[in-house]
């Protein structure tokens, strides 16, 4: 027994001067290659140690590479030592390069939330300190909306008896990681399922998600994915102005001439209020004379939902969003070529975002239309 314990503290004494030797004298060098391909997406997180991160990620269908590096801080192009020190802001994240049309961002936001325990504000397992607590770096407002909504989902599950504490925050630069810490789990397997054992991390994810831990990829791809969503009530209620609340969703009518876009002419397109999912285009708009905007057809065919209204002594025909189902405004058959209708739409209703801003508020698909 004596002979067996000696061996054990041998071994334990050999790979603690491995782990010595993990992080000491390196190579610092950084030439990390980025994929340049049009095609690919990126989304950041930040996970406590960026090992485990990278590892998790690149198990994913459709990421096509995972890199380990620093963002969320001050100090420009850190080193792993300045980080790790907690004195830069930076956290240890990870910059996710993805194809859309494989796995959707939705899906990487329910793989990352299976990699992290959300509600420790004070790091992650064995890594203590702001610089190993989680976060979501949103790139655009479409990634901002998924990762609240996806937070909210999750803090209303009940899976977790605390508040789900993990931060969602604008990306901003990221400094790739050393070399040596790229891959690390595969340049250094038995170092890296050493350390992961004993952080704790595996065994609080079994438990915490037992079967739910493994996902089915299949069913998280672009086309399978909602992105547009409708709020729960009191969020709606601190979202929206009174008017918008009530255009939307007790079916009012707002003033003719009196509203934001019965008389904006720039290019851009107008989006649900409520969802942010797209409507209509400036393309489309004309003037009507009536005093509200008006479109001779919706942006994305499919996007509107048409409903029979008979509140009037004559009938109409309602439209509303097809995700939020709010209540835009009606459609009549006196409008323009080549159509022939008039979409008579609620300035309440609607968020415009001019051409020049699409980009960056996650709608850069539509920029063809102004080309």
């Given at each position: 027994?004596?002979?067996?314990?000696?061996?054990?503290?041998?071994?334990?004494i050999?790979i603690?001067?491995?782990?010595?030797n993990?992080?000491?004298?390196?190579?610092?060098s950084?030439?990390?290659?980025?994929p340049k391909?049009?095609?690919i997406?990126v989304a950041t997180?930040?996970?406590g140690?960026f090992?485990?991160?990278?590892?998790?990620?690149e198990k994913?269908?459709g990421?096509?590479?995972?890199?380990s590096?620093?963002?969320?801080g001050?100090?420009?192009?850190?080193?792993y030592?300045?980080?790790?020190?907690?004195?830069?802001?930076?956290?240890?994240?990870?910059?996710?390069?993805y194809d859309?049309?494989?796995?959707?961002y939705?899906?990487?936001l329910a793989a990352?939330?299976?990699?992290?325990d959300p509600t420790?504000?004070?790091?992650q397992f064995a890594?203590?300190?702001?610089?190993?607590s989680?976060?979501?770096?949103?790139?655009?407002?479409?990634?901002?909306?998924?990762?609240?909504?996806?937070?909210?989902?999750?803090?209303?599950?009940?899976?977790?008896g605390k508040?789900?504490v993990?931060?969602?925050?604008?990306a901003?630069?990221?400094?790739?990681?050393?070399n040596?810490h790229q891959d690390?789990?595969k340049?250094?397997p038995i170092?890296y399922?050493f350390?992961?054992?004993?952080s704790?991390?595996d065994?609080?994810?079994?438990?915490?998600w037992?079967?739910?831990?493994?996902?089915?990829?299949?069913?998280?791809s672009?086309a399978g994915?909602?992105?547009?969503?409708?709020?729960?009530?009191?969020e709606?209620?601190?979202?929206?102005t009174?008017?918008?609340y009530?255009?939307?969703?007790k079916?009012?009518t707002e003033?003719p001439f009196?509203n934001?876009?019965?008389d904006?002419k720039?290019?851009?397109?107008?989006?649900?209020?409520?969802?942010?999912?797209?409507?209509?285009?400036s393309k489309?708009?004309?003037d009507s004379g009536t005093?509200?905007?008006s479109?001779?057809?919706?942006?994305e065919?499919?996007?509107?939902?048409?409903k029979?209204?008979?509140k009037?002594?004559?009938?109409?025909?309602?439209?509303?969003s097809?995700?939020?189902?709010?209540h835009l405004?009606?459609?009549?058959?006196?409008?323009?070529?080549?159509?022939?209708?008039?979409y008579?739409?609620?300035?309440a209703?609607?968020?415009?975002?001019?051409?020049?801003?699409?980009?960056?508020a996650?709608?850069?698909?539509?920029l063809?239309l102004?080309?």
């Amino acid at each position: 027994m004596r002979k067996l314990l000696m061996t054990l503290v041998a071994m334990s004494i050999a790979i603690g001067i491995l782990f010595a030797n993990a992080c000491g004298s390196r190579d610092t060098s950084r030439t990390v290659a980025f994929p340049k391909d049009r095609d690919i997406a990126v989304a950041t997180f930040a996970g406590g140690c960026f090992w485990c991160v990278e590892a998790g990620f690149e198990k994913v269908p459709g990421v096509v590479e995972a890199v380990s590096g620093y963002t969320g801080g001050q100090t420009k192009d850190p080193t792993y030592e300045q980080v790790s020190s907690g004195s830069t802001g930076h956290l240890e994240s990870v910059e996710v390069f993805y194809d859309p049309k494989r796995i959707s961002y939705e899906g990487l936001l329910a793989a990352f939330w299976r990699m992290i325990d959300p509600t420790d504000a004070g790091g992650q397992f064995a890594d203590r300190g702001n610089q190993y607590s989680t976060a979501i770096f949103y790139h655009d407002a479409k990634q901002k909306r998924a990762a609240e909504q996806s937070r909210e989902a999750l803090q209303s599950s009940g899976r977790f008896g605390k508040p789900i504490v993990t931060a969602i925050r604008p990306a901003g630069n990221f400094y790739p990681a050393e070399n040596y810490h790229q891959d690390y789990y595969k340049k250094n397997p038995i170092r890296y399922a050493f350390y992961r054992n004993r952080s704790g991390r595996d065994q609080y994810l079994e438990k915490t998600w037992g079967q739910d831990l493994f996902l089915d990829y299949s069913k998280l791809s672009e086309a399978g994915s909602i992105p547009y969503h409708k709020p729960a009530v009191e969020e709606l209620h601190k979202r929206l102005t009174p008017l918008e609340y009530e255009v939307t969703q007790k079916e009012a009518t707002e003033p003719p001439f009196e509203n934001k876009y019965w008389d904006e002419k720039r290019p851009g397109i107008y989006v649900d209020v409520v969802s942010g999912e797209p409507l209509f285009s400036s393309k489309d708009k004309y003037d009507s004379g009536t005093g509200w905007p008006s479109f001779t057809r919706p942006l994305e065919e499919g996007e509107i939902v048409e409903k029979r209204d008979f509140k009037l002594i004559y009938p109409r025909t309602e439209v509303r969003s097809h995700y939020a189902d709010s209540h835009l405004g009606h459609l009549f058959d006196d409008g323009p070529e080549p159509t022939g209708l008039r979409y008579c739409i609620n300035s309440a209703a609607l968020r415009f975002i001019p051409e020049d801003e699409l980009q960056q508020a996650g709608y850069g698909q539509y920029l063809r239309l102004f080309e």
